[in-house]
């Protein structure tokens, strides 16, 4: 297959990148590599990758050509990053996507997957959350990620099939890591500083582990879409509070480093929390995560432990917001 990911470069892209290789598709990966690209597999013959922006949709038009299968990923892509600059975070994740999307339709690509996210749904006390729960974004970044979805249900048919994907907050290892997400953070400060910092604690937070969540994703490469077209899919695991995990984290980190880590209680007035269900794609794809959110921290201590991650605090790659301060945009 010919398979085009927007944002590839970043945290789940690169993952996904290289299990799409291993499986002899050919991908472009078209990004403008804010937070890096050393970590691409540039001399692979199946690699193909693409600088630039996704806003400049008439120049992505000629790598749609003979295109299988999109996987929309690139965006500003958490609600700190996104205030940095609100209008360009809304060109870049709102303004051009149908357009994005109309240069796939009109290329004949069969397939458009959009990655959308399951904090769309902002705060409720529901136990569990279904993809028909209303939308109640309560940040920008929420908001225009949602308001992308009815865009590409309105383009989809018999002939351009597609579906979106709400995908849990992501953790464990990626050649390209993100040290801003829950679990992530809190290993990296558990093991790199003996303490974790819990702002709040009793907030409800669904997680995917990285190898699940891009193993789905290459399951849809071969899947046929005609049961799953114009569908939305939560995709999560355990749904765990920030206290709970903080206490995993502090009993799994204190194993590797034989020494007590500390966790510090802080006031939030971070309101997001919810629960997900996830069982419309086990029901329709029969998809069933299997890595819990315990592997995702054993994987990051032993990479700690390796030496994968000496630079967990000093490279602003890993960190969204500081990396894009620091970025002029044209
Ligand atoms: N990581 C999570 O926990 C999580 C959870 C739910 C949904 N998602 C969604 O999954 C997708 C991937 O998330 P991620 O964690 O890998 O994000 P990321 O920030 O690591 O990667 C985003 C990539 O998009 C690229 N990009 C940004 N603006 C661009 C532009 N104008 N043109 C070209 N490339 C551009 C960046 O360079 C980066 O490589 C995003 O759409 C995100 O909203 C992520």
């Not at 690699?47 to 999109?70: A, E, F, G, P, T």
């Not at 959308?116 to 940040?139: A, D, F, M, Q, R």
């Not at 801003?180 to 910092?197: C, E």
């Given at each position: 297959m010919k398979i085009l990911i927007t944002g590839g470069s970043g945290y789940v892209g690169s993952v996904l990148i290289n299990k799409l290789i291993k499986k002899k598709h050919e991908v472009y990966n078209v990004d403008l590599d804010l937070f890096g690209n050393t970590h691409l597999p540039f001399k692979n013959k199946l690699y193909h990758h693409i600088n630039q922006d996704i806003r400049k949709v008439s120049s992505l038009d000629k790598y749609m050509k003979n295109v299988d299968i999109v996987f929309h990923l690139a965006c500003i892509s958490n609600d700190p990053t996104f205030e940095l600059n609100k209008k360009l975070s809304k060109e870049i994740n709102y303004d051009c996507f149908e357009n994005i999307v109309l240069s796939a339709k009109k290329n004949k690509v069969k397939k458009f997957i959009y990655i959308s996210t399951c904090s769309v749904y902002g705060i409720s006390k529901k136990p569990k959350i279904t993809e028909n729960h209303p939308l109640k974004p309560i940040t920008e970044y929420n908001k225009f990620k949602g308001m992308c979805e009815p865009i590409l249900l309105k383009h989809l048919d018999d002939k351009f099939k597609g579906c979106i994907i709400r995908p849990a907050t992501v953790c464990g290892y990626s050649?390209?890591?993100?040290?801003?997400l829950t679990v992530n953070i809190l290993t990296n400060f558990a093991y790199n500083k003996n303490y974790i910092k819990v702002f709040g604690g009793k907030q409800l937070r669904p997680n995917i582990h990285i190898d699940d969540l891009t193993n789905l994703y290459v399951k849809l490469v071969n899947l046929n879409f005609s049961k799953i077209n114009k569908q939305i899919f939560n995709v999560g695991y355990e749904n765990l509070s920030i206290e709970n995990i903080a206490k995993k984290v502090k009993r799994i980190v204190s194993k590797y480093k034989r020494e007590k880590i500390l966790i510090k209680f802080e006031k939030s007035n971070d309101k997001r929390s919810y629960h997900i269900d996830s069982s419309k794609i086990k029901k329709y794809l029969n998809f069933k995560p299997k890595y819990t959110v315990e592997k995702a921290i054993h994987d990051l201590c032993i990479k700690f432990k390796k030496g994968f991650l000496n630079d967990s605090f000093e490279n602003n790659n890993y960190f969204n917001v500081k990396k894009l301060k620091k970025i002029k945009f044209k």
């Amino acid at each position: 297959m010919k398979i085009l990911i927007t944002g590839g470069s970043g945290y789940v892209g690169s993952v996904l990148i290289n299990k799409l290789i291993k499986k002899k598709h050919e991908v472009y990966n078209v990004d403008l590599d804010l937070f890096g690209n050393t970590h691409l597999p540039f001399k692979n013959k199946l690699y193909h990758h693409i600088n630039q922006d996704i806003r400049k949709v008439s120049s992505l038009d000629k790598y749609m050509k003979n295109v299988d299968i999109v996987f929309h990923l690139a965006c500003i892509s958490n609600d700190p990053t996104f205030e940095l600059n609100k209008k360009l975070s809304k060109e870049i994740n709102y303004d051009c996507f149908e357009n994005i999307v109309l240069s796939a339709k009109k290329n004949k690509v069969k397939k458009f997957i959009y990655i959308s996210t399951c904090s769309v749904y902002g705060i409720s006390k529901k136990p569990k959350i279904t993809e028909n729960h209303p939308l109640k974004p309560i940040t920008e970044y929420n908001k225009f990620k949602g308001m992308c979805e009815p865009i590409l249900l309105k383009h989809l048919d018999d002939k351009f099939k597609g579906c979106i994907i709400r995908p849990a907050t992501v953790c464990g290892y990626s050649t390209k890591m993100r040290f801003d997400l829950t679990v992530n953070i809190l290993t990296n400060f558990a093991y790199n500083k003996n303490y974790i910092k819990v702002f709040g604690g009793k907030q409800l937070r669904p997680n995917i582990h990285i190898d699940d969540l891009t193993n789905l994703y290459v399951k849809l490469v071969n899947l046929n879409f005609s049961k799953i077209n114009k569908q939305i899919f939560n995709v999560g695991y355990e749904n765990l509070s920030i206290e709970n995990i903080a206490k995993k984290v502090k009993r799994i980190v204190s194993k590797y480093k034989r020494e007590k880590i500390l966790i510090k209680f802080e006031k939030s007035n971070d309101k997001r929390s919810y629960h997900i269900d996830s069982s419309k794609i086990k029901k329709y794809l029969n998809f069933k995560p299997k890595y819990t959110v315990e592997k995702a921290i054993h994987d990051l201590c032993i990479k700690f432990k390796k030496g994968f991650l000496n630079d967990s605090f000093e490279n602003n790659n890993y960190f969204n917001v500081k990396k894009l301060k620091k970025i002029k945009f044209k």
